[in-house]
């Protein structure tokens, strides 16, 4: 797919913003907003706030270079993180997303270099209110597929067409990429991003959250080692703390 790119100067923000488009208009354009410098616990990063569209708000954190001046054959460490308000700020142990977060900023860390895509996709996609609603049929007993169904959502909304502009806004054409979701790679890939990289994030379960990842490897066809998610030890657990 052929995407298009487009330099404007916002007044507001007082700097130029860039806007990617593809050749077809089936992608939604994205512009970049804002940046600043923050230092974290995780060491200091560039925050880039990108507008897409729709009116959401997307944040890229980076570390260890400039947008713009890397090559095109130099793969970078990528993660892409779905908004999880109830896991990333609240620490629900419904979910594993507060400790993906925080491993994938200690790897970044580490590794020196890389991004951090912030998304805003809370609940797979379907929003707060609607992950709340599915959390009430959960604790019914139903799986967090079977409760987006029964409230007439989808399983997975999300899209990563706006991830792969963001990613190509920063000069990023090659990655390697931190997920245990084969979905996210197959959707950079689809929209012109090369992955030559899976990386898993492994942490450890829960009781809380241990049947919820059982349905994501069973139903949503995310990979996680026997060492993280054996079968015996998903069959100690209900169901019911699934999110």
């Given amino acids: 797919m052929r995407l298009v790119r487009e330099v404007g100067y916002s007044r507001n923000a007082g700097y130029p913003t860039t806007t990617w488009r593809s050749g077809t208009e089936k992608m939604p354009s994205i512009r970049r907003v804002a940046r600043a410098g923050l230092p974290t616990s995780h060491g200091d990063f560039g925050i880039f706030v990108y507008e897409a569209q729709d ?6 954190l980076v570390m260890g270079f ?3 001046t890397l090559k095109k054959n130099e793969p970078v460490l990528v993660r892409l993180h779905s908004e999880c308000l109830t896991g990333d700020v609240f620490g629900s142990r419904r979910c594993d997303c507060g400790e993906q977060l925080e491993k994938s900023m200690r790897l970044l860390r580490e590794q020196g270099r890389g991004v951090l895509l912030y998304l805003k996709q809370e609940g797979r996609g379907v929003g707060l209110a609607n992950k709340i609603l599915a959390y009430t049929l959960q604790d019914e007993g139903l799986d967090t597929v079977q409760a987006n169904l029964a409230l007439g959502l989808p399983e997975d909304a999300r899209d990563y067409s706006v991830a792969a502009e963001m990613l190509l806004d920063l000069g990023i054409y090659q990655a390697a990429v931190l997920t245990n979701n084969p979905a996210k790679v197959e959707g950079l890939r ?10 898993p994030v492994q942490v450890e379960p829960n009781p809380f959250n241990i049947c919820y990842l059982r349905t994501k490897r069973e139903k949503l066809g995310h990979l996680f080692p026997s060492s993280v998610l054996s079968d015996e030890r998903s069959a100690g657990s209900s169901a019911n703390g699934a999110s």
């Fill in 55 to 60: 009116g959401k708000e997307h944040v890229a």
């Fill in 66 to 68: 400039e947008p713009g």
């Fill in 190 to 199: 689809s929209y012109g991003v090369e992955v030559v990289e899976r990386l």
